[in-house]
């Protein structure tokens, strides 16, 4: 069973910075480093949408609406995974998601991805 947990949500000014950390735990096979990971984050008015995504190889992608600011990183040894978002923006408020997924698909749409954590609140203030 694979278990994700966030941390480092919170409340921050516009143009201040926060750093989301994802902590994964999985049975030992397969192992986190073969999993592809992203962030999304959702909002009560929109589906949940993409934010950043990381494949086993470290190739990364971002939604164009962060692309600049936010940062996604993975440190397999230790199977976390982080979101590094700089010059936060009103508009970034949202439940940010970290997500997990084994398949080799697409990283973008959050139906490709079969596991979660439960979420972690960021509001930017304007």
């Known amino acids: 069973q694979v278990q994700l947990v966030e941390s480092g949500g919170g409340l921050v000014q516009a143009g201040g910075s926060l750093r989301l950390s994802c902590a994964a735990s999985?049975?030992?096979?397969?192992?986190?480093?073969?999993?592809?990971m992203a962030w999304f984050r959702q909002t009560p008015a929109k589906d949940r949408e993409f934010v950043a995504g990381i494949r086993p190889s470290a190739n990364t992608d971002y939604a164009d609406s962060v692309k600049g600011r936010f940062t996604i990183s993975r440190d397999n040894a230790q199977k976390t995974m982080w979101l590094q978002m700089s010059s936060l923006k009103h508009e970034d408020t949202a439940v940010y998601y970290c997500a997990a997924k084994i398949k080799s698909t697409g990283i973008r749409d959050p139906k490709d991805f079969k596991f979660w954590g439960q979420g972690a609140q960021v509001t930017v203030s304007s």
């Open positions: 999985m049975p030992s096979f397969p192992p986190f480093i073969l999993y592809d």
